[in-house]
């Protein structure tokens, strides 16, 4: 008996480790772990940089298009649809009066009704140009629009249809565009009278994730007034 406890007490040993061992196991555990957070973010962060570009080439297009046409263009981003899409239109009618948008929230039923019949009209003296007519720009996987700020808009608008105008002057509306990934917030703005535009980018904390509308919603608003005030 006493050579069966002794036998078993090494193979106990023998199949054991040290807590030196155990220490640099968990070390490379976390190691791995580490990393992987990180090339996913440099992945999210590529998309957002396409996107980006992407609303780039789509500002530098509607500004030639109103121009040309001698008619006033727009950005349109859906929000709605799944994946979202964005385009690019032109006016069919000229003089055109543009509604003065407000967050459907902030009014009354009767409001809202009164609002969306003058949208609904002013939609349809739009259509989309011929890069645009058969199939729309869409969202990659992971990336959104989460809302707009525009100059002429006091409210950040974060749902239906958005849209940024583009005038046969040459002038446009001065908007922000906010994209998001799964890890971050990114800003697109676009200013009225000048031929670039500029981005910035922020992390989101572990406190945010955990609490993402509301987050998302009071950083756009930190982002909007800050942007206001240059």
Do not use: C
């Amino acid at each position: 008996m006493k050579n069966v406890r002794k036998d078993f007490k090494k193979i106990l040993g023998h199949q054991g480790f040290s807590i030196v061992e155990i220490l640099v196991a968990l070390m490379l555990v976390v190691l791995v772990f580490s990393l992987i957070p990180t090339n996913t973010r440099d992945e999210e962060r590529d998309k957002l940089n396409t996107v980006i570009e992407d609303f780039r080439r789509a500002t530098r297009f509607a500004t030639n298009e109103a121009v040309l046409r001698n008619a006033i263009t727009r950005i349109t981003i859906d929000m709605e649809s799944e994946p979202q899409e964005y385009y690019v239109e032109y006016s069919t009618e000229g003089g055109l009066a543009l509604p003065q948008v407000q967050n459907p929230e902030n009014l009354s039923f009767s409001e809202r009704e009164e609002q969306a019949k003058k949208i609904e009209d002013l939609d349809s003296q739009f259509q989309k140009v011929s890069e645009f007519a058969d199939e729309n720009k869409q969202m990659p996987f992971g990336i959104r629009a989460i809302g707009l700020a525009n100059v002429n808009i006091e409210d950040i608008l974060i749902s239906g249809k958005l849209h940024i105008y583009f005038y046969p002057t040459g002038e446009k509306d001065g908007a922000m565009i906010f994209l998001s990934s799964e890890s971050e917030m990114a800003t697109l703005d676009i200013p009225p009278f000048e031929n670039t535009t500029f981005t910035e980018y922020s992390i989101y904390s572990e406190y945010d994730l955990n609490n993402i509308d509301n987050a998302q919603l009071n950083k756009m608003k930190e982002l909007r007034d800050e942007w206001l005030k240059k």
